[in-house]
């Protein structure tokens, strides 16, 4: 059977594929139809075999009905008149940044429409070819019928705005020269328009030009936000991005939130902020005194500095990599030659005679387990911070409670550093007490 | 953002035709200009439309134009009407949300594209256009302005000229020469 020829022979299958994969792209630009790439294609495949021939031919045609959509997704342009439709989807998602789904979408939906149609093709050719061989002037008029009624449904917001447009596009179809009578319609004269207004004119100006000029709104305001706010594994290298006005969120070196000003981007650190917003609110004006940190990556730098600002007697580091740790120390040196910096590698140790001890690390984190610190060492210390904020009651914080410390939940630190963030972004207070009732409702809910 | 911004969804962010640009329940700056614009329009394309062949006959060369566009003066009106009847958006203007400095000098460097494209051709028209709109819009270094806009012209040029053969007004530009040269190079160790 001719039908499996195409599955015993790679080369055509590769064919297929190598056409489907050129076919995107030429269908993918408005004004380069498949037709006319196909009929290019003619000029390459005339002296070729049937068989290649014709599956390079079903590639590019496949392949260029579908690509229409990717410029109609992405650029509200389609490629091609079938992905006008998919514009009115497919380009709001885009905007929502759901691209990929709505390409995805497409991609499925075609690769099956696709065969549904082929398989069609192969079975009722015959009685197709039939039936459009009696198609009659009065049904072409029914369709067309058909077509104006989908223009109503369509138009979901007004009916008359939508009958307006249909009606203006058949008003365009009609200029030119009428098919039977070769009366002139709607030339006003100029010889030009006697050939009619190409349906590519028309899309590239009704889409292209429109949505060009529409974006021009928004040119030199970056999709018009304030700003934004930078998590991890980002903070390290949003920093070097922008201005940092704060000498100490330069020292920090991290950048959790940044600002667009008219004068550039600036970033801030509210993570270490929103540490010492989280420590006065538990401990009020009392001095963090000698303050053990275990772990001195990521969030444990923004509190390291938090600490300095808060006028901690003597800082204690403690990292499994060492190396790590005394960076930090020299740079928290530079920063505050005043305070005492110390480095060890065994936290037990670091902590005696520690006022308060803060964990920067993962232990304790959902799926993590475990405690930075043993209960026994925690002994003498008067608060405690754990900068994890799932779960919200790690075992260190646990600890701490039971043996009647201060614990500070780095639940504290995520909430004060989105109110901050928020302060900085519009300039507005905020009712700290009805967020944290929202986000208890919104995680109960969750 | 002052709050009356606030009220209608951010000045349509990105709008596209196919999230129309209209509220429901208000008018916006211009809309009932371009809505008496739109029926004067349909006005003259159905005195056009009659022009063609008159009532002589129910299917004479002018009734479907007829038709369609006696449908768009009937449609336009109403909408006119009703445009008419709604009240104005507040915080909206013309010169900032519907249009734009930039939108109207940008629509007329298309104009001006379109009437520049025959005499000087497509390489000189694009490469002006481009250069002046990306400089003008992104207010870049002129290395950047530079580099993209020839960059994506060469670009343009080698997919739509060489490789679809597709012909554009040559104009001041000696393209064929171009193309000749090419063809020549790529040909020479043949021949």
């Known amino acids: ?446 | 953002m002052s709050e009356a911004d606030q009220d209608y969804d951010d000045h349509h962010e990105g709008t596209s035709d196919a999230t129309p640009g209209g509220y429901a329940d208000a008018r916006r700056p211009g809309e009932l200009v371009f809505a008496g614009v739109l029926a004067a329009a349909s006005l003259f394309l159905l005195w056009e439309a009659y022009g063609i062949s008159g009532f002589r006959a129910l299917s004479s060369p002018g009734s479907v134009p007829m038709a369609t566009t006696a449908v768009m003066v009937i449609t336009s009106l109403i909408v006119l009407v009703r445009t008419a009847r709604l009240p104005k958006v507040d915080g909206e203007s013309v010169s900032r949300d519907i249009l734009p400095v930039s939108v109207i000098l940008l629509a007329l460097m298309l104009v001006a594209y379109g009437v520049l494209l025959r005499p000087l051709g497509f390489l000189s028209t694009s490469a002006l256009f481009l250069i002046v709109a990306i400089k003008f819009l992104s207010r870049r270094s002129w290395a950047f302005t530079l580099s993209v806009s020839v960059g994506s012209l060469v670009l343009i040029w080698i997919i739509f000229r060489l490789v679809f053969t597709v012909l554009m007004p040559a104009g001041i530009v000696p393209e064929a020469q171009f193309v000749q040269i090419l063809r020549d190079l790529f040909s020479g160790g043949a021949n």
């Not at chain 1, 499996?4 to 269908?27: E, N, S």
């Not at chain 1, 065969?115 to 039939?130: E, K, T």
């Not at chain 1, 405690?371 to 911070?385: D, R, V």
């Open chain 1, 1 to 446: 059977m001719a039908f499996l020829t195409v599955f015993t022979q790679p080369q055509l299958l590769l064919l297929v594929g190598l056409g489907t994969f050129a076919g995107v792209y030429v269908g993918a630009i408005p004004g380069l139809s498949v037709t006319m790439a196909v009929s290019i294609l003619i000029s390459f495949t005339f002296s070729w075999d049937v068989y290649p021939a014709i599956s390079l031919m079903i590639g590019i045609y496949m392949g260029g009905v579908y690509g229409g959509s990717r410029t109609a997704i992405l650029l509200n342009i389609p490629g091609a008149p079938s992905a006008i439709a998919t514009a009115m989807d497919g380009y709001p998602m885009a905007k929502r940044g759901e691209a990929g789904q709505a390409i995805g979408t497409t991609t499925v939906m075609s690769f099956f429409g696709g065969f549904i149609g082929i398989g069609v093709l192969a079975l009722a050719a015959p009685l197709v070819s039939d039936f459009a061989l009696r198609f009659q002037p009065r049904d072409y008029m029914l369709l067309a019928v058909l077509g104006i009624l989908l223009v109503g449904s369509l138009s979901t917001c007004s009916l008359l705005k939508g009958i307006f447009a249909g009606a203006f596009g058949i008003a365009i179809g009609a200029v030119g020269m009428d098919p039977l009578t070769f009366t002139s319609r709607f030339t006003f004269d100029i010889p030009l328009l006697r050939g009619g207004i190409s349906f590519i004119a028309v899309m590239i100006g009704m889409f292209g030009v429109s949505e060009a000029l529409l974006q021009l709104h928004h040119v030199n305001s970056p999709r018009g936000y304030r700003g934004i706010n930078v998590t991890y594994p980002y903070k390290e290298r949003a920093a070097g991005m922008v201005r940092k006005d704060d000498p100490m969120v330069a020292a920090i070196g991290a950048v959790n939130t940044v600002l667009f000003q008219p004068d550039g981007p600036v970033g801030l650190n509210t993570d270490y902020t929103g540490f010492m917003a989280a420590y006065r609110g538990a401990r009020g004006q009392a001095s963090p005194g000698i303050c053990c940190l275990i772990g001195t990556g990521g969030v444990g730098r923004a509190i390291a500095f938090g600490l300095l600002a808060l006028d901690a007697t003597e800082l204690r580091l403690v990292d499994r990599d060492l190396a790590k740790a005394d960076a930090l120390a020299v740079e928290l040196s530079a920063a505050r030659p005043d305070i005492h910096i110390a480095v060890e590698s065994d936290a037990s140790v670091a902590a005696r005679g520690a006022t308060g001890l803060l964990n920067g690390t993962p232990v304790g984190m959902v799926g993590y387990g475990g405690t930075p610190l043993p209960a026994p060492a925690m002994k003498g210390a008067e608060w405690i911070f754990d900068a994890i904020y799932t779960p919200v009651n790690t075992p260190f914080l646990t600890d701490a409670r039971s043996m009647g410390l201060d614990a500070i939940s780095g639940y504290e630190l995520f909430f004060f550093q989105g109110v901050h963030a928020w302060a900085h972004f519009s300039g507005l207070a905020l009712d700290e007490a009805a967020l944290r009732r929202s986000l208890q409702e919104a995680s109960e809910v969750a």
